[in-house]
């Protein structure tokens, strides 16, 4: 098992960046792939970003190619979703998962086992 507890939501302004963090704790953080969600009420949790096991291999959703940057550090047990340009569109509770069973990103909610509680972004036009 391994719980997670997200960080670093909060007010932005439109253009500007915010750094969410993801810190692990229970079994080894390297044997999971990694995961950044978000939801808004009234609609399905949505794929942001992921990265395997190694950090060697990263995907995106289309809506934040080239301004959001998934990242981890396996000997702190915890992944980072760097978010620059930011938009009102990207307003969100987001969420960090861990999928155990995979090596390979997977895009879908429900392959993702374990949950962190969300943190708040809104963005400001």
């Known amino acids: 098992q391994v719980q997670l507890v997200e960080s670093g939501g909060g007010l932005v302004q439109a253009g500007g960046s915010l750094r969410l963090s993801c810190a692990a704790s229970?079994?080894?953080?390297?044997?999971?792939?990694m995961a950044w969600f978000r939801q808004v009420p009234g609609k399905e949790r949505e794929f942001v970003a992921g990265i395997s096991r190694s950090g060697g291999t990263t995907s995106y959703a289309d809506s934040v190619k080239g301004r959001f940057t998934i990242s981890r550090d396996n000997a702190k047990s915890t992944v980072y979703l760097q978010m620059n340009s930011v938009i009102p569109e990207d307003t969100a509770v987001y969420y960090c998962?861990?999928?155990?069973?995979?090596?390979?990103?997977?895009?879908?909610?429900?392959?993702?086992?374990?949950w962190g509680q969300g943190t708040q972004v809104t963005v400001s036009s």
């Open positions: 998962a861990a999928d155990g069973t995979r090596a390979w990103v997977v895009i879908r909610s429900w392959d993702y086992a374990h």
């Open positions: 229970g079994r080894t953080f390297s044997s999971y792939t």
